[in-house]
């Protein structure tokens, strides 16, 4: 099984930054899609952004220019800089694997992390 384990999250003042991180053990694949999602209470959740085993990325447009989504060379950690945070960033933040698809395909995400939840107070 795919283990993602979430760290980094905590509270911080508006226009602040911050940065969350994914451990990621299991198998190795060739094509992956990783993500970030986030849920507020009473929201649904939605994608934050992605990156593949290509490394190319992709935003949400209320993150975009804002949020930085990397991962180390060989694909163990998974990041989430968060920068000029609002207070509308505020959630719980996911990570999530999806295995042997690229982002390109819209993959569903069958491997979730725990959460860290992020709090931006103004």
């Known amino acids: 099984q795919v283990h993602l384990v979430e760290s980094g999250g905590g509270s911080v003042q508006a226009g602040g930054s911050l940065r969350v991180s994914c451990a990621v053990s299991g198998h190795t694949y060739s094509f992956y899609c990783m993500g970030w999602f986030r849920q507020a209470p009473g929201k649904e959740r939605e994608g934050v952004a992605s990156?593949?085993?290509?490394?190319?990325?992709n935003y949400a447009q209320s993150v975009k220019g804002r949020f930085t989504i990397s991962q180390d060379n060989a694909g163990n950690t998974l990041y989430l800089q968060m920068s000029s945070l609002k207070p509308e960033d505020t959630a719980m933040y996911y990570c999530?694997?999806?295995?042997?698809?690229?982002?390109?395909?819209?993959?569903?995400?069958?491997?979730w992390g725990q959460g860290t939840q992020v709090t931006v107070s103004s």
């Open positions: 990156i593949d085993s290509f490394g190319r990325t």
């Open positions: 999530a694997a999806a295995l042997g698809r690229l982002c390109a395909a819209r993959p569903d995400f069958d491997y």
